[in-house]
T-cell receptor
Framework: DAGVIQSPRHEVTEMGQEVTLRCKPI?????LFWYRQTMMRGLELLIY????????DSGMPEDRFSAKMPNASFSTLKIQPSEPRDSAVYFC???????????????FGEGSWLTVV | KNQVEQSPQSLIILEGKNCTLQ??????????LRWYKQDTGRGPVSLTI?????NTKSNGRYTATLDADTKQSSLHITASQLSDSASYIC??????????????FGKGTKLSVIP
C-alpha cells in the first residue's frame, strides 16, 4: 500500500489567501484524522471522520478552518482566510475500524508544510 | 486536565550507546500508550502500543515499559544507530465515555545520535 498521501508537501501563501490541503487515506481505513504540529504545541487533533462523517471537530481552531470528506478516499482541510499563525505542519492520518481510539495503529502521511507570510 | 510530559526535551548520544526516554502522564482513565518515531520532515511512525496489562513491549532495538500505577512509561533504545536520530513522541489514549476516546500527545524528545 502507498500509505496516506498528502498534497501539497509544501505551500507558501500570502495572508488572506485560501489554502486547501488534500489527503488520500489508506484504502479500507474507516477513520481519518487531521492533525496540526507546531514547535510550541506539538501535535494537536483538529478533526476526525468515521466512514466519511465528521465525529469530533472540537479541535478546529476557528471558523476559518473547515474539513470535508466527500468519499472514503479523499478529504480536504481548508483555511480561509489564512493567517501567519496558521503556519504549521498539517498531518492527515488514517486507521482501521475502531480507529486510533483503540489499539489500532494510526498511520500518518508525510505532512503538508504550510507557511503563511 | 490530561497531560503527557516527556523528558528530556533533547538528548545527544554517541553511536552504539543505549538511552532511555521518559514519559509521565496524568490522563485518566487510561486505555493504552503509544510511542511514535518522527524523522525530521516526515510523519510519525508507530513503534509500540501498550495496554494497561502490558508492562513491556519490544520492537527490535526499541523496548517500551509501562507502569500504570505510577503513570510512567519509558522507551529504551539499545545500541543506538545514526538512523535513530529523530523525535520520539509519547501518546496516551483515554476513554472519555460513550465509546469516545481521546489521544493526548507529548511534545516529544529530540534524539541526536552522533558518530
Amino acid at each position: 500500500d502507498a500509505g496516506v498521501i498528502q498534497s501539497p508537501r509544501h505551500e507558501v501563501t500570502e495572508m488572506g489567501q485560501e489554502v486547501t490541503l488534500r489527503c488520500k487515506p489508506i484504502s479500507g481505513h474507516d477513520y481519518l484524522f487531521w492533525y496540526r504540529q507546531t514547535m510550541m504545541r506539538g501535535l494537536e487533533l483538529l478533526i476526525y471522520f468515521n466512514n466519511n462523517v465528521p465525529i469530533d471537530d472540537s479541535g478546529m481552531p476557528e471558523d476559518r478552518f473547515s474539513a470535508k470528506m466527500p468519499n472514503a478516499s479523499f478529504s480536504t482541510l481548508k483555511i480561509q482566510p489564512s493567517e501567519p499563525r496558521d503556519s504549521a505542519v498539517y498531518f492527515c492520518a488514517s486507521s482501521l475500524e475502531g480507529g486510533g481510539y483503540s489499539e489500532n495503529t494510526i498511520y500518518f502521511g508525510e505532512g503538508s508544510w504550510l507557511t503563511v507570510v | 486536565k490530561n497531560q503527557v510530559e516527556q523528558s528530556p526535551q533533547s538528548l545527544i548520544i554517541l553511536e552504539g550507546k543505549n538511552c532511555t526516554l521518559q514519559c509521565n502522564y496524568t490522563v485518566s482513565p487510561f486505555s493504552n500508550l503509544r510511542w511514535y518515531k518522527q524523522d525530521t520532515g516526515r510523519g510519525p511512525v508507530s513503534l509500540t502500543i501498550m495496554t494497561f496489562s502490558e508492562n513491556t513491549k519490544s520492537n527490535g532495538r526499541y523496548t517500551a515499559t509501562l507502569d500504570a500505577d505510577t503513570k510512567q512509561s519509558s522507551l529504551h533504545i539499545t545500541a543506538s544507530q545514526l538512523s535513530d536520530s529523530a523525535s520520539y513522541i509519547c501518546v496516551v489514549n483515554t476513554y472519555s465515555g460513550a465509546g469516545s476516546y481521546q489521544l493526548t500527545f507529548g511534545k516529544g524528545t529530540k534524539l541526536s545520535v552522533i558518530p
